[in-house]
């Protein structure tokens, strides 16, 4: 007798993360073309910090390395890190964020499937307190040649005003501050060089790579529709009414789906099977909850993208959430 159509092979570890890491590709392309390849040097630093603090931890708890290394999932979280900080952030500053990570964030809560919060995430946010300068020097598209990034990834001096622009979403905080008293409107903005089609130039096409990739991930069943349509039709509506209200002051909703990092969050980092929620219904409120933190971060706060820290706070609910979404058992009435 054939299996039932329904009948899937367990997926392993290894090949889940593995399809994660050739969806980001797409998104790698982009930005390599646009911002040039000292990414795939933090890529590389990333990966071969979180293979060897990932190595040094499982010795010291007793664990078998070479299982546990062949997961890819060091690699996953590697890749996220540095994907999400600058291009040009010296050596230093990845390898410090890339070993709290694996060895504080995610080996020390108990390795894969015990952290609570996801680690990419942990590290970013703690790298964001603890150096602000550094996390916020975004080179614009095509400012600087390999050679230029290699040395300020390496150690070279850093003149801030000759290496960074001012991103769109720190352009949208600074109006949004000025209120009233802005000499420019979120329409005359998009007019500048930073700016593309929707988002920031540049920015906007990795966002498409990532959106690429995510629904890959979506075909292949690695991940499911529930967070990544629940993050972005949050993030959609919730800044449709102040885009309608005050159209010269706030964003529209594709220009905060375009910008920052809202397809890697949607696809990549939310969808975490660790730190996430687990249930339909959970995943939806939890993406959504997040969207409406990255919105009024984005908006009122000290950072210009909220998404790890609106992750990081979901996380802290995941508990909670899957307990009130939690389906009955089966023959079960459902408490109230």
């Not at 593995?18 to 000292?38: D, H, N, R, S």
């Not at 060091?74 to 990570?101: C, M, R, S």
């Not at 329409?187 to 890959?216: K, N, R, T």
């Amino acid at each position: 007798m054939n299996n039932s159509p329904f009948v899937r092979k367990p997926a392993s570890v290894q090949s889940v993360m593995l399809q994660v890491l050739v969806a980001l590709l797409p998104g790698i392309a982009a930005y390599v073309w646009f911002y040039g390849a000292g990414i795939l040097v933090n890529l590389l630093i990333a990966s071969i910090t979180a293979l060897t603090g990932e190595a040094l931890m499982l010795t010291a708890r007793g664990k078998p390395r070479g299982m546990f290394l062949g997961d890819l999932s060091a690699i996953v979280t590697a890749w996220l890190i540095a994907l999400t900080f600058p291009p040009i952030v010296p050596w230093w500053l990845t390898v410090t964020a890339t070993l709290l990570a694996i060895v504080v964030v995610k080996q020390l809560y108990g390795g894969l499937g015990q952290n609570p919060f996801n680690p990419a995430m942990g590290a970013f946010c703690l790298m964001i307190v603890a150096y602000p300068a550094l996390m916020s020097q975004w080179p614009s598209a095509g400012q600087l040649d390999f050679a230029s990034q290699l040395q300020l990834i390496l150690g070279g001096e850093r003149v801030a005003d000759a290496i960074t622009g001012a991103t769109p979403l720190d352009t949208l905080r600074t109006l949004l501050r000025a209120g009233n008293h802005a000499s420019q409107t979120t329409a005359q903005l998009m007019q500048d060089p930073a700016f593309g089609h929707l988002g920031g130039a540049g920015s906007e096409w990795i966002a498409l790579g990532y959106l690429v990739g995510g629904l890959f991930l979506v075909q292949r069943r690695i991940i499911t529709w529930h967070i990544p349509a629940g993050f972005c039709g949050g993030l959609a509506l919730v800044a449709l009414l102040p885009w309608a209200l005050h159209p010269a002051q706030y964003a529209s909703p594709a220009f905060h789906l375009a910008t920052g990092g809202a397809m890697l969050g949607a696809f990549f980092i939310l969808t975490d099977p660790v730190s996430g929620a687990t249930t339909p219904r959970g995943k939806l409120i939890f993406a959504a909850g997040a969207a409406l933190l990255t919105y009024v971060i984005r908006n009122f706060g000290a950072y210009p993208d909220g998404i790890a820290f609106a992750t990081l706070l979901m996380n802290i609910l995941v508990p909670i959430i899957d307990m009130k979404t939690q389906a009955p058992v089966f023959g079960h009435k459902k408490k109230d």
